[in-house]
């Protein structure tokens, strides 16, 4: 499993919308790609085992995912 980090933002994003850190960790290893920002930013989006489409929002440095947000698409 990728080594996850948590900013503060997403873990209070996490709380409020009620996501799961096993689905972020699934998102980031399995999800499909929609977009690539200039400064390396990914956003992947995946199904979580809920069927609800999950987005994550980060940054690979080195061996870790820093996560910078993740919702649910609607």
Not at 39 to 42: A, K, S, Y
């Given at each position: 499993m990728p080594k996850i980090v948590l900013t503060n933002h997403v873990k209070l994003r996490?709380?409020?919308r009620n996501i799961d850190v096993h689905d972020i960790k699934m998102v980031v290893v399995n999800g499909k790609v929609?977009?690539?920002?200039p400064?390396?930013?990914?956003i992947?989006?995946?199904?979580?085992?809920?069927?609800?489409?999950l987005a994550v929002v980060y940054?690979?440095?080195g061996s870790k995912f820093i996560i910078k947000t993740a919702y649910y698409e609607s």
């Open positions: 996490l709380l409020e929609t977009k690539t920002e400064d390396g930013t990914l992947k989006v995946g199904i979580c085992d809920d069927k609800k489409t940054m690979s440095i």
